[in-house]
């Protein structure tokens, strides 16, 4: 997950972030960075302009409505609208 910050944050690799957080999604459905991964998901598709990303916020907010990101996916939901 650190690798997948960088990526977003200092490199500006968004393809890339979201890579490595779906990577992380898969190898570790329950693991202890699972919020971090979700949000950088949904921060990925948002810089990519990937149409998923209302997707990730609507699923994020249905599955975790009390998450510590739920601010972040509501407002990605509602610049979808």
């Given amino acids: 997950m650190v690798e997948a910050l960088r990526a977003l944050r200092s490199d ?5 972030a979201g890579e490595l ?3 992380y ?3 570790y459905p ?4 699972i919020e971090e991964a ?4 949904i921060e990925a598709a948002v ?3 990937d149409p998923r990303a209302a997707g990730y916020a609507a699923d994020y907010l249905r599955t975790r409505p009390a998450g510590r990101y739920r601010d972040l ?3 990605v939901l509602q610049h979808a609208r």
Avoid: F, N, S
């Fill in 73 to 75: 996916a509501a407002q």
């Fill in 47 to 49: 810089a990519r302009d």
């Fill in 30 to 33: 329950h693991g202890a960075l």
């Fill in 12 to 16: 500006g690799d968004a393809r890339r």
């Fill in 38 to 41: 979700l949000r950088l998901r």
């Fill in 21 to 23: 957080a779906e990577q």
């Fill in 25 to 27: 999604l898969r190898r």
